[in-house]
């Protein structure tokens, strides 16, 4: 059975930072592709960034050079650094995963089959 097991939110001052964790139980985050999302209170669900086994890494235009996706293989663990975070990257963010190598589609959240269970990011003054 498949458990994303999600960590790390927090509140933080905007120009603040936090690390995400999203550890994988019956489930290679190394293998295939993993991503990140959040949906803050009435807005719809977006993608932040995804990675795939072949290292290539994307992210969305509003947090380029602020957020940093990896995946540490010896403890089976996804992360997301965020630092200089904003209000607006508030929200409830959700890991997700698929084990398939995906390129084109690796901020789509349709292509992905495993989700963790998400953790709070609140970002205010």
């Known amino acids: 059975q498949v458990n994303l097991v999600q960590s790390g939110g927090g509140a933080v001052q905007p120009g603040g930072s936090l690390t995400l964790s999203c550890v994988g139980n019956g489930y290679a985050v190394g293998r295939g592709s993993m991503a990140w999302f959040r949906q803050a209170p009435g807005k719809e669900r977006e993608a932040v960034a995804g990675?795939?086994?072949?290292?290539?890494?994307r992210y969305i235009d509003s947090v380029k050079g602020r957020f940093t996706i990896s995946i540490e293989l010896d403890t089976n663990t996804l992360f997301l650094r965020l630092d200089n975070l904003k209000p607006e990257d508030a929200g409830m963010y959700y890991c997700?995963?698929?084990?398939?190598?995906?390129?084109?589609?690796?901020?789509?959240?349709?292509?992905?089959?495993?989700w963790g269970r998400g953790t709070q990011v609140t970002v205010s003054p």
């Open positions: 990675i795939n086994s072949a290292g290539d890494t």
């Open positions: 997700a995963g698929r084990y398939a190598r995906l390129v084109s589609g690796l901020l789509d959240s349709d292509e992905y089959v495993y």
